[in-house]
């Protein structure tokens, strides 16, 4: 089945530390993204990336970093610079052009 | 900056009542409008997408529209039923740098509860 895998499903930070969330899609989209839900929120896009070895930034970028070294993977490194990493993040992709994101399960980062 | 706004915040229906949700956008310079579904604890599952030369699309028992003039998009939901209790999110795409990729910004959700 074509689709988006994230993981891990729950993930759990402590001070101090770097993690990484991983997504990776088998649907052949060009684009990629990468967004934060907090309660009773909508989604925040954090990066996105159109083309392998390339990524911009979204909203909320600071304190996360990316990389897009194959087209089926984009890597969300959280790192310990982001203050208020607790979230639900959740990855996307879609084709080039004007059409639907299509959406991963999500991961759960809390602090430990 | 784009803003949207969906309202209401919460709505709860008995069943079989047919349903409007509102969603609100500042900018009409846009590629398109997304409504997805979420349950709780799950990714998005994207309903309808209305391009921004369209003016509605349907699909079963959902009618969603667009005034792009107006920035508004209302779903329609005929019929509900207890499967259709979820958060409900309106996305608006907008173009990514001059490029042919679009970027969505997303309203804060409508949470539906249809009660039996």
């Known amino acids: 089945d074509g689709g988006i895998t994230q993981s891990p499903k729950y993930l759990f930070r402590k001070e101090g530390q770097n993690v990484t969330l991983s997504c990776e899609q088998n649907l052949n989209h060009d684009a990629m993204y990468w967004y934060r839900q907090d309660p009773g929120q909508g989604l925040r896009l954090i990066y996105y990336?159109?083309?392998?070895?390339?990524?911009q930034k979204g909203d909320i970028a600071e304190g996360y970093s990316v990389s897009r070294e194959k087209k089926e993977s984009f890597p969300l490194t959280v790192t310990s610079a982001q203050k208020n990493p607790t979230a639900f993040y959740l990855c996307?992709?879609?084709?080039?052009?004007?059409?639907?994101?299509?959406f991963g399960d999500g991961t759960r980062l809390s602090i430990l | 900056k784009q803003e949207v706004t969906q309202i209401p915040a919460a709505l709860s229906v008995p069943e079989g009542e047919n349903l409007v949700l509102n969603c609100s956008f500042t900018?009409?310079?846009?590629?398109?409008l997304q409504w997805f579904r979420q349950d709780p604890g799950k990714g998005l599952t994207s309903l309808l997408l209305?391009?921004?030369?369209?003016r509605e699309q349907t699909s079963g028992r959902l009618n969603a529209s667009l005034d792009k003039s107006s920035g508004r998009s209302t779903l329609y939901i005929a019929a509900s039923q207890p499967g259709d209790s979820a958060t409900y999110l309106c996305a608006v795409g907008t173009n990514a740098g001059g490029t042919s990729y679009g970027k969505l910004t997303f309203g804060q959700g409508t949470i539906l509860t249809v009660h039996p």
């Open positions: 996307a992709s879609s084709p080039e052009g004007n059409q639907p994101q299509h």
């Open positions: 990336s159109q083309i392998v070895n390339d990524f």
């Open positions: 209305i391009q921004s030369s369209q």
């Open positions: 900018d009409s310079a846009i590629y398109n």
